[in-house]
C-alpha cells in the first residue's frame, strides 16, 4: 500500500488537504500527486464543503517537481506531463481555495501557490523559479502564474531563477498577504470566515466571471506547455542539471572561474 502523503479533513464547511510528504520537502511526486488531485476532487464533490485550505507539514511548502522521478526518464515519462490536470483542477474549482505556507515553494510548489484564489504565507518564506538552473522551463507553471504577477517581475524571476521573499511575492501579486508566523492561523482563519459568508452558488458564478478567458483557453495552453516542458527535463541541458542538482555541483553550462 502506496504512503499516504496527503491528508484530507473536513470542519464546519472547510475542506484541509494537507501535504505530508516532508522527507523530500513535499515534492510533487507520482503518489503525491495523485493523492493530492483525489482529495482536490473529494472537496469540490462535497456538497457540505464551503472553503478548500491548501496546507502542509514540515518546514517547505512544496519544493517542486520530484526531480528523482525525473532523472532518466523520457518525455513521455516525465511528471510534469500530468501537472496540468492538477493546477486545472486547482484554478477551475467552484470552491475558493486558499494557500496557506509556513515554509518556502519553489518551480511547481509556486505554481500550486499561483492556482489557489488566496495566498498567505509567513514572511520568513521564500519563492523561486528555479527551472533554468537546472536547464527546464517554467512553461507548465507560467499559465497559472503570468496572470498573477506583474510583467515585468516575471521576467526578472523567470530568467534568472532568483529567490525572493514572501513580502516580495505579496508586491508582484503571487499572495495576498506576507504576515509574521504567529499570525499566519488568525489570518487563514479570516478569509475563511469570510469566504463563508458567500452563497455557495454565487462564489462559483463569481469564481468563473473571473477566471475569464484562461479559463476557456488554458486546456489548449496547459498542452503546448506540458511538452515543451516534458521536452526540456528529458533533453540533454535538463538531464545534466537534474544530475548536478543531486551531486551538488554546478551544471556543466556555468561559466568556471
Known amino acids: 500500500m502506496a504512503d499516504k502523503l496527503v491528508h484530507y479533513t473536513t470542519a464546519t464547511g472547510v475542506a484541509t488537504i494537507t501535504l505530508d510528504s516532508p522527507h523530500n520537502r513535499n515534492a510533487l511526486s507520482a503518489a503525491l500527486r495523485a493523492q493530492f488531485a483525489a482529495n482536490l476532487e473529494r472537496a469540490i464533490d462535497d456538497d457540505t464543503v464551503r472553503v478548500i485550505v491548501l496546507d502542509h507539514t514540515g518546514p517547505v511548502f512544496c519544493a517542486g517537481m520530484d526531480l528523482k522521478e525525473a532523472k532518466g526518464a523520457n518525455a513521455g515519462q516525465q511528471g510534469v506531463n500530468d501537472f496540468p490536470a492538477l493546477l486545472q483542477q486547482l484554478w477551475t474549482s467552484p470552491k475558493p481555495v486558499?494557500?496557506?505556507?509556513?515554509?518556502?515553494?519553489r518551480?511547481?510548489?509556486?505554481?500550486?501557490?499561483?492556482?489557489?484564489?488566496?495566498?498567505?504565507?509567513?514572511?520568513e518564506a521564500t519563492f523561486a523559479f528555479t527551472e533554468v538552473r537546472i536547464g527546464v522551463v517554467p512553461a507548465v507553471i507560467?499559465?497559472?502564474v503570468l496572470p498573477?504577477?506583474?510583467?515585468?517581475?516575471?521576467?526578472e524571476?523567470?530568467?534568472?531563477?532568483e529567490t525572493f521573499d514572501a513580502r516580495r511575492a505579496a508586491e508582484i501579486g503571487l499572495l495576498n498577504a506576507a504576515v509574521p508566523a504567529d499570525k499566519l492561523d488568525s489570518t487563514v482563519e479570516r478569509y475563511?470566515?469570510?469566504?463563508?459568508l458567500g452563497a455557495p452558488?454565487?462564489?462559483?458564478?463569481?469564481k468563473e466571471l473571473l477566471q475569464g478567458e484562461t479559463a476557456r483557453t488554458m486546456p489548449e495552453v496547459f498542452k503546448k506547455m506540458q511538452a515543451l516542458s516534458a521536452q526540456f527535463f528529458a533533453?540533454?541541458?535538463?538531464?545534466e542539471g537534474i544530475a548536478a542538482f543531486a551531486e551538488k555541483r554546478s551544471p556543466n553550462w556555468v561559466p568556471r572561474t
Not at 107 to 123: P, R, Y
Not at 192 to 196: I, K, M
Open 142 to 144: 507560467s499559465v497559472t
Open 235 to 239: 533533453g540533454k541541458e535538463g538531464q
Open 98 to 105: 486558499i494557500a496557506k505556507l509556513a515554509g518556502p515553494a
Open 201 to 206: 452558488t454565487a462564489l462559483a458564478a463569481t
Open 192 to 196: 475563511v470566515r469570510s469566504l463563508s
Open 157 to 161: 524571476l523567470f530568467l534568472t531563477g
Open 107 to 123: 518551480a511547481g510548489g509556486v505554481g500550486l501557490v499561483a492556482a489557489t484564489d488566496i495566498a498567505v504565507a509567513v514572511e
Open 148 to 155: 498573477r504577477i506583474d510583467a515585468r517581475a516575471a521576467h
